[in-house]
């Protein structure tokens, strides 16, 4: 039987984040903004999330996780923990993450550590977080820290997940802590998150010279309703340079650029990233509006459903972007290009869906486009599906189950889905069977 296979050594596996699966993170700003109404869907709280914490559950999780034939996980270190007040370092959970991270190693499974998930110690929040400089040694000195403590168990580490995600809708549409609206500053915070990736990732390979270092970029595939439109073309490529490019392209050379500053220089920034990280979900049918300046005279159309009904949930999570594996593929070649040849991994990728009818066929065209784009040359190294259990979806609370795996919260008892168990044949014959692409492949 024909079998499109991922080259040798492929990472498979999911990605989590602290704040979403420990459970009891109540020294951060995320926890700090639950308690108030209106600010979580449903009044929702991340509590005890997937209990990772206090009852650590993470090994349960693990050895499902192991059985499925995940041979990697990428997860986050909360700093709120490890940092509890200003220099002042918390052993215990130091001691919490090497028992983690140990676990995933007794596993065979290969940790991918993420150093900044969206959340900030309240201390650090009271001091503006990323809104100043001051920031920028501040997480230069966690960064140091975390290898020096942990850097025997990992040698991989991503510095910031989504720099783009956290200063739009934290600052500019308002929907995540701090809940500003204020594009300048959302800037300046972006200028900030650039320059602690980059002292950080100079701090890391200090302490540890054969760490792989990179970040985990967030890419929106934007494309013209009405591609005959040379106005939609022109509004549709200034969206794509300003929330795709132009953080990466800094990256690159270090010249700051639109829409973050003209003309400045980040010169510590240039040549900072050992490896590309990827979080890719949808892409998005923009139409020409001039009363929208905010988003550069864009605005979305509501998503096309794929298949099979959406519920409301489900449609507002895709009123955000279309499901579409062709855009997939076309973003990993332009990233490839890109880097140069420098490895990519998808650092997520994934769909919420409470039926896991939409997730099968989800993940079997979305791997089809990557191992497509990999057998043209694209270098990507590995995959970490968005995510191992159902749990706290940030502002939409717990409405948006995008586990491999469900969770009854009340009893913390997970059940596989039908489509991890797929998942996991693709992890285990490293590959995508024919049978599969025509059951599930017909991409739209
Ligand atoms: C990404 C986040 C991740 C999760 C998924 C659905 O933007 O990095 O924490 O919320 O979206």
């Known amino acids: 039987m024909d079998t499109r296979k991922f080259p040798d050594g492929f990472l498979w596996g999911a990605a989590t984040a602290a704040h979403q699966v ?51 996980h990428r997860l986050s270190v909360e700093w709120s923990r490890i940092e509890p007040r200003e220099g002042e370092w918390n052993a215990d959970a130091i001691a919490f993450y090497r028992r983690v991270l140990t676990a995933l190693r007794e596993r065979g499974m290969a940790p991918l550590v993420t150093l900044h998930h969206f959340a900030n110690p309240l201390w650090l929040r009271a001091r503006g977080a990323w809104e100043t400089q001051a920031i920028v040694p501040l997480f230069e000195r966690f960064a140091a820290r975390v290898v020096q403590e942990l850097g025997d168990l990992c040698d ?30 959302a800037m300046r915070v972006l200028m900030n998150v650039l320059r602690g990736h980059a002292v950080a990732y100079h701090a890391i390979h200090r302490v540890q010279p054969q760490a792989r270092v ?9 494309k013209p309703a009405d591609p005959e439109s040379w106005l939609n073309r022109v509004i549709v490529r200034l969206q794509d340079y300003a929330y795709n490019r132009a953080f990466l392209l800094t990256l690159q050379d270090g010249r700051v650029r639109f829409p973050m500053g003209i003309g400045g220089r980040v010169p510590e920034a240039m040549g900072t990233q050992d490896f590309l990280g990827l979080n890719f979900y949808f892409s998005r049918r923009v139409v020409v509006d001039f009363s929208q300046p ?32 062709a855009s997939f593929y076309r973003t990993v070649k332009w990233l490839a290009e890109y880097g140069k040849g420098a490895p990519i991994y998808i650092t997520e990728n994934g ?25 043209e040359g694209a270098p990507v190294k590995g995959y970490f599906h968005w ?30 889905k039908p489509s991890a168990a797929l998942y996991a044949r693709i992890a285990r014959e490293n590959g995508i069977a024919s049978e599969l692409i025509e059951k599930y492949g017909h991409a739209n």
């Open 22 to 72: 420990e459970g009891g993170n109540d020294n951060n700003d995320w926890w700090a903004w639950e308690q108030t109404p209106g600010h979580i869907k449903r009044g929702d709280q991340s509590g005890v999330a997937c209990d990772w914490w206090r009852g650590e559950r993470y090994r349960g999780d693990f050895d499902l996780a192991c059985a499925l034939h995940q041979n990697a």
């Open 156 to 185: 991989f580490w991503i510095t910031f997940n989504e720099p783009m995600v956290y200063a739009y809708t934290g600052y500019v549409n308002a929907k995540w802590v701090p809940g500003k609206s204020d594009f300048a500053l």
């Open 214 to 222: 990179g970040l985990a970029h967030n890419i929106l595939a934007f």
């Open 294 to 325: 905010g988003s550069l005279f864009g605005r979305t159309l509501p998503a096309q459903p794929w298949g099979v009904p959406y519920d409301d949930e489900l449609l507002e999570w895709f009123g955000k972007g279309d499901i579409d594996p």
């Open 351 to 375: 769909v919420p869906d409470r039926y896991d009818e939409l997730r099968p066929r989800y993940l079997v065209t979305y791997l089809a486009a990557l191992q497509r784009a990999i057998a």
């Open 387 to 416: 995510t191992l259990v159902d749990n706290f979806e940030w502002a939409e609370g717990y409405t948006l189950p995008f586990g491999l795996i469900a969770n009854d919260r009340a009893t913390q008892t997970r059940t596989p």
